[in-house]
Structure formats: C-alpha cells, structure tokens
C-alpha cells in the first residue's frame, strides 16, 4: 500500500527552528508538496519539490532525497502564525495525489 | 481576486436528511477536486473533474454524488447524511491533472454538522 508518515505533534519555541520530517512509500513519484493547514481552515500551498535537494522560500525551505523517500520542512525565525498543521503529499505514478495526516506544529513563546 | 469560494461554510442537517454543497471558482481552472477530511487526518479525495470527465475513487460511498454543471460550478450532494459524514468538504482546483505541480487550490471548506 501507499503510506505517508509525519509525526502528529510538534512543540517549537518562537524565534527558533523546526524541522518536520516526511517519510513516503507509494507507487512511483512524481513529486512532493507541503501544505499549511490552519485549525478549521483549507490547506494552502507551501513548497513543491520533483528533485532532489533544498528549495528556500523565504523562511521556509524544504528538502527533498528521492533515494530515501524522505522530505523535511524547514521552518527558521518562528512565529506565532506558524502554529498549523503541515501535510506533506506525493504524487504517485497515476498522478494521484497520496497525503499525510499532517504534523501539528505548536509554537511558545 | 480570483478564487475559490464554498457555501455554505457551516451545514447542519438531520441524519438522513439530503445536503448539497456548492464550490465556484474564478481561476478558470480544469481540475476540481471534492476532498472530505475529518480531525487530525489527511484529506480524502471523493471525486475530480478534468473539464466535464468525471473521476470517482473506488471507495467513495454511493451516497455521495457530485455534479459540475459548467467549469465555474461543482456539487457534492450527501444523499443520505449518517453521522460518520460529519466532517470538512474541501472544493479545490488545479490548473490540469498529470505532470507538473499543478498545485491545489483551495476553497475555505463546508463544515458538516450530522445530528
């Protein structure tokens, strides 16, 4: 089966750096996105990533090793706001699109 | 600004008793998507429409219907609400199906009540 694994939770402290992992095993590749999901909102579009290496945006970068099926997200400076969920999807060979539950990133200050 | 827009952005309903959700978008996009995501899980993909092709996951129950009467416009209707239904329905668009990002847009959701 096709499987996407982030961990549930996460605590940062504001003004620091977190790095939420994602992990995939699905049937082809044909990229990865990150998503911000906001507490009872829709998901918006962070990152895209279809080679291997680090895309920067900003404060966020997001890295991606096809070899491994491993990505990560990269959040620097954090802010308040940032407090959301982060889902993490593939597309697989069929151009389907297999997503995460999403990590949920909890910032203190 | 262009975008996608749900209505209602609550529904309550009767168990059993019929809903339809609407979704409109303004980006002119191809692809619309219907995902149903309950707490703390991932989004599940019910149905999508490339222009008028309808699309239907093999597991998405018989008591959800869908409808794009034009390419602005895509329904969900829940024929029969049970309370396993209660959830957020997510409208999203993209720009084509297949290669390429095609990045998902979304609709700030319905928010299903099932009483």
């Known amino acids: 089966g096709q499987n996407i694994d982030q961990p549930t939770e996460m605590t940062a402290t504001e003004g620091a750096i977190v790095q939420i992992n994602c992990t995939y095993q699905t049937s082809g590749f044909n990229g990865l996105f990150w998503y911000q999901q906001h507490a009872g909102e829709a998901p918006t579009f962070l990152s895209y990533n279809v080679l291997d290496g680090l895309e920067e945006k900003g404060r966020f970068s997001s890295f991606l090793s096809r070899s491994k099926g491993y990505s990560y997200l990269l959040l620097k400076e954090l802010q308040m706001k940032d407090s959301a969920s982060y889902l993490c999807a593939v597309k697989d060979s069929n151009y389907q699109l297999i997503w995460g539950a999403g990590t949920k990133l909890i910032i203190k200050p | 600004d262009a975008m996608v827009i749900q209505n209602p952005r609550y529904q309550v309903t009767q168990f059993g008793k019929p809903v339809t959700l609407s979704c409109s978008q303004t980006l002119n996009h191809n692809v619309m998507y219907w995902y149903q995501q309950k707490s703390s899980q991932a989004p599940k993909l019910l149905f999508h429409y490339y222009d008028k092709d309808f699309n239907n996951e093999a597991d998405t129950p018989d008591n959800f219907q869908s409808r794009r009467p034009n390419t602005s416009f895509c329904f969900l209707d829940i024929r029969s609400p049970g309370l396993g239904d209660a959830a957020m329905y997510l409208c999203?668009?993209?720009?084509?199906?297949?290669?390429?990002?095609?990045?998902?847009?979304f609709g700030a959701g319905s928010r299903l009540t099932v009483l």
């Open positions: 999203a668009t993209s720009t084509a199906s297949g290669s390429g990002a095609n990045v998902l847009t």
